[in-house]
């Protein structure tokens, strides 16, 4: 396969970033039905987006072969807990490699440049969520290394 680069997103890739992060948004509607589908598009998705590119505090690399950006990764610090022994912390967000380019090392690649990146930022750990019946993406985290922590439920009151 030609050579994969990882590198951060730069501004003018803001529109491709979003449409792949509405990939991940159709990927994930089966598991999460609370899923706003127009996020990815509307002003929040699209400030979201444009402060993990410029910001100092979230950081958003991509994934490029041939000049095509085949997948992405944003991520940032997060909120740590008084009652946890995690003085700093950062979370991988959301992470998408287009279906074509799936199962190359791609997303492990992507991951890679994120532990530098929280490594650098001085985080302790990394925390990643997703969905409850995920079982490839939990597969996947488990195969870079995470190892499972919290189970999140929710009771719908509607
Ligand atoms: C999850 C995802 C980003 C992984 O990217 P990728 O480039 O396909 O993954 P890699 O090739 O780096 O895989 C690394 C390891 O994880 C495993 N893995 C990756 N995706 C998997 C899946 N869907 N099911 C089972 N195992 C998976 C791989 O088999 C590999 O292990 P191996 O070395 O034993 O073969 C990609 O499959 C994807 O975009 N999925 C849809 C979106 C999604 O679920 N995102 C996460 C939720 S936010």
Not at 46 to 65: D, H, L, M, Q, S
Not at 78 to 87: E, W
Not at 130 to 155: H, Q, W
């Amino acid at each position: 396969m030609d050579k994969i680069i990882i590198r951060k997103a730069k501004i003018e890739e803001l529109e491709i970033v979003q449409k792949l992060n509405h990939e991940l948004f159709l990927h994930d509607e089966e598991y999460d039905p609370m899923l706003n589908m127009n996020w990815p598009f509307e002003k929040a998705g699209e400030t979201y987006f444009r402060n993990k590119i410029t910001e100092k505090t979230g950081v958003c690399f991509v994934a490029v072969i041939n000049n095509e950006i085949v997948g992405y990764m944003a991520g940032g610090m997060a909120k740590t807990y008084p009652y946890r022994k995690i003085k700093k912390q950062s979370e991988l967000e959301n992470i998408l490699v287009k279906e074509e380019y799936r199962g190359k090392k791609i997303g492990e690649l992507l991951f890679k440049e994120f532990i530098k990146w929280s490594k650098a930022k001085k985080a302790e750990r990394i925390k990643v969520s997703t969905s409850f019946d995920n079982a490839g993406a939990v597969k996947f985290y488990k195969r870079v290394g995470f190892i499972p922590y919290a189970t999140e439920l929710e009771y719908d009151l509607k």
